[in-house]
């Protein structure tokens, strides 16, 4: 079993819909929690942040972590097309390194 | 944040052969770490290069495969030597930085092909 599960989608969504992105993980230590985008023919970028349990909002995008499940959601709402990218969890425990999901296509089209 | 340098952005490559890829940051780090990003996987860490000593490899690579320099606190280079189809994949070098705890920040990327 992988530490770090991610659906690869790809997901195709019409313009203004909320996008749902998940993943699931095994290490009952991992407390940080991480939403990398990454564009096409870019390196990934950090979108969202999240240190244990809880929700995080930064505009359209909020990321909720619930430990208990061990689960971890990026909402996207009021899609727009230029956040067609791949999305990346990655999470870690304290100092150590980060575990990265497969990521997760999307695609949103106008 | 750091912004990061890669060359080549994109190689073909003939199979037994070597190709060096060369990260430059805009600014001194202490670590900087080089990732592959292979189609449908997880990307995943290949080694931490430090300045002044020798590179520490994760489970699964090793250094006479994937050889690395860290000549200075702005430079490193990954060579990916006897390549074959498998290493066909995207590297990447990456290094610390930002307000969150483990926060990384990457280049755009080394996209090898090789046949």
């Known amino acids: 079993q992988k530490e770090v599960e991610q659906d690869p989608g790809p997901l195709s969504v019409p313009e203004g819909a909320i996008v749902s992105l998940n993943c699931t993980y095994s290490?009952?230590?991992?407390?940080?929690f991480m939403w990398y985008r990454q564009y096409s023919r870019k390196g990934p970028e950090l979108l969202m942040y999240?240190?244990?349990?809880g929700n995080k909002e930064d505009g359209r995008f909020t990321a909720q972590v619930d430990k208990s499940s061990k689960y971890i959601s990026l909402f996207i709402r009021d899609s727009q097309p230029s956040d067609s990218a791949t999305y990346l969890c990655?999470?870690?425990?304290?100092?150590?390194?980060?575990?990265f999901g497969t990521g997760t296509r999307l695609q949103v089209f106008p | 944040s750091a912004v990061i340098s890669q060359k080549p952005s994109r190689d073909i490559c003939q199979r037994g052969t070597s190709l060096t890829i060369q990260c430059q940051v805009d600014?001194?780090?202490?670590?900087m770490f080089w990732y592959r990003q292979q189609p449908g996987q997880s990307l995943t860490l290949i080694a931490t290069?430090?300045?002044?000593?020798?590179?520490?490899?994760e489970s699964g690579f090793v250094i006479d495969k994937f050889p690395i320099s860290r000549p200075n606190l702005t430079f490193s280079t990954l060579t990916v030597s006897n390549m074959s189809p498998e290493d066909s994949s995207i590297y990447l070098c990456?290094?610390?930085?930002?307000?969150?705890?483990?926060?990384?920040?990457f280049g755009e990327g080394s996209r090898l092909t090789v046949l």
């Open positions: 990456s290094v610390e930085g930002g307000q969150a705890n483990g926060e990384l920040f």
């Open positions: 290490n009952s230590a991992f407390q940080y």
């Open positions: 999240t240190y244990s349990s």
């Open positions: 990655a999470m870690s425990a304290l100092t150590d390194k980060l575990i």
């Open positions: 600014s001194q780090v202490t670590m």
């Open positions: 290069a430090n300045q002044g000593s020798e590179a520490t490899y």
